[in-house]
């Protein structure tokens, strides 16, 4: 996601250009030495001169940044305003100029192209004349004309600059960036989306819960599955992440949202020795971050511990109890077809999975051998599968750089497609992340009837070899677990 500076940026010299001058992006928001800017970033650009050229020769020096939109791109009617603002654009004198330097402050508020040029203007006896302070106050008498007044104007740089929302590897997220990120999820997880949207007034604004009920519902479309089992995955994955990061943007619009680069972790952190438990030496699930590592893996002498996230940022993070008005609340996000339809899943019954089928007592939860007041917040158990049974097969289904790679050589998309779809990339987090445990299952229980693999053959050994349907997609095998439990 991170573009590169034109070749313009290093000065386009032209008539009253000067040459060998270079306009840098310092730094953007709190990232130095990169390449574009960020939008809603305060921004520090610098003109670095010849050193022919001295600035405090100049009366001021001028930066002129204007807004480039693409000739036939399509500007959204909220988003006019700042668009018209951004053409217009924004002159800042800066008037503390020594030497061959230049720095100013500033915030690029779209993503696009920006022209900015940079103009230095002094007194001089040779020149355009201009009028004095007295002749523009009108106290000149007529016919006379006061000592006479010229001005030389110089183009140091006429540059172009971009600006691109970045998305970063979480652990490389600035304290500002990450804590803006934390904000805006429990803003999300807080307010409904009507008072989201008057909050903030961005149309844009939704519940978080709405993007969950958006990936359950498309996965059990009749008419097609619009999330799985086709090579329409990802990039229906993509889609509503993307409508999802615009979510967070209406509470913090320098959000580009951020990824979590397993493949990295498990090269820095993966002990074969300690097994997927030296995971957690990661950052990500300690108390600065994801919580539910250390904290959460080993067994606690209730097997039916809910083990709570209670630990990082989002600690406590409480779960929704109902799943009504969801459906309604997804109004603007799609056709006119996906609110009954949605009713039919989560709150008519036609999906038999649910915790329970009343929708007013309970929540986006499936069936699980667990009280019912287990529900309150979160829970986790990161890389935590059954004891020591993710030892044996996790290392098979991790990401690694190994596989990234052998994913981007396949020249053919959709063959990278179904490389992503299997769960060496795709499914490994729906166990991982949330972790495996509980329901009474021990080494006797066997695969339950209604399973379509591995019919009456120990769960625990069935997994260890790596079989079953976690090879085939991703959470099929946790049905298989929630209906052994008891």
């Known amino acids: 996601m991170l573009a590169i500076l034109t070749s313009s940026a290093t000065t386009i010299c032209g ?13 953007t928001g ?3 030495g990169k390449s574009t800017a960020e939008p ?28 480039k939109p693409v000739d036939d791109e399509i500007w959204p009617e909220y988003q006019q305003d700042v668009l018209s603002e951004e053409v217009a654009g924004h002159s800042i004198v800066e008037t503390t100029a020594t ?32 009028k004095s302070k007295k002749e ?79 990936h359950g519902v498309h996965s059990k479309d009749k008419r097609c599955d619009q999330n799985h089992f086709s090579l329409l995955q990802e990039n229906a994955h993509h889609a509503w992440m993307t409508l999802f990061e615009k979510s967070l943007q209406c509470v913090h619009p320098s959000i580009a949202m951020p990824f979590y680069n397993v493949a990295k972790d498990w090269r820095k952190y993966y002990n074969p020795e300690v097994g997927v438990k030296s995971m957690l030496d990661s950052p990500i699930f300690g108390p600065d971050y994801y919580g539910g590592g250390y904290a959460n893996f080993d067994d606690r002498d209730d097997l ?20 009504t008005e969801l459906c309604d609340e997804s109004a603007g996000l799609f056709d006119d077809d996906y609110i009954p339809h949605c009713k039919e899943i989560m709150e008519s019954g036609s999906y038999k999975g649910w915790r329970n089928a009343d929708p007013t007592k309970s929540g986006i939860w499936l069936r699980e051998p667990r009280d019912d007041s287990h529900y ?5 158990r990161r890389w935590h599968i059954f004891g020591d049974v993710g030892d044996t097969f996790l290392p098979n289904v991790v990401p690694t750089h190994e596989m990234i790679n052998a994913m981007t050589s396949l020249k053919d998309i959709s063959e ?64 298989v677990t929630r209906d052994a439990g008891k």
């Not at 809910?306 to 779960?319: H, I, K, Q, S, T």
């Not at 309150?376 to 986790?380: I, L």
Request: some cysteine.
């Open 15 to 27: 008539e009253g250009t000067q040459g060998g001058n270079v306009v840098n992006i310092v730094k």
């Open 376 to 380: 309150e917040y979160v829970s986790a």
């Open 30 to 32: 709190d990232y130095e």
């Open 416 to 479: 990278q497609y179904k490389y992503i779809s299997t769960a060496k990339i795709h499914g490994y987090a729906h166990k991982v992340m949330s972790g495996m445990w509980g329901g009474g299952i021990n080494e006797n229980t066997l695969v339950a009837p209604t399973a379509q693999f591995n019919v009456n053959e120990t769960i625990l050994e069935t997994f260890r070899k790596g079989s079953g349907r976690l090879v085939l997609f991703a959470w099929l095998d946790e049905l």
């Open 40 to 67: 809603y970033k305060i921004t520090t650009l610098s003109l670095s001169t010849d050193n022919t050229t001295n600035l405090a020769d100049y009366d001021e020096i001028k930066w002129q940044i204007s807004f």
């Open 99 to 130: 030497g061959t330097s230049s720095a100013i402050s500033h915030m690029f508020k779209l993503p696009g192209v920006y022209h900015v040029k940079v103009v230095g203007s002094k007194s001089t006896s040779n020149g355009r004349r201009m």
């Open 304 to 323: 039916y511990d809910p083990y709570y996230v209670e630990d990082g940022r989002f600690a406590n993070f409480p779960l929704r109890q109902n799943r």
């Open 136 to 214: 523009l106050e009108g106290k000149v008498p007529k016919g006379k004309k006061s000592k006479k007044i010229w001005e030389v104007e110089d183009v140091f740089a006429s540059s172009e600059v971009r600006v691109r929302y970045a998305r970063r590897d979480v652990i490389d997220l600035s304290p500002t960036d990450w804590d803006n990120y934390v904000d805006a999820i429990w803003t999300l997880r807080l307010l409904s989306s009507k008072e989201g949207k008057e909050r903030f007034n961005c149309p844009h604004f939704y519940n978080l819960d709405i993007f969950t009920t958006m």
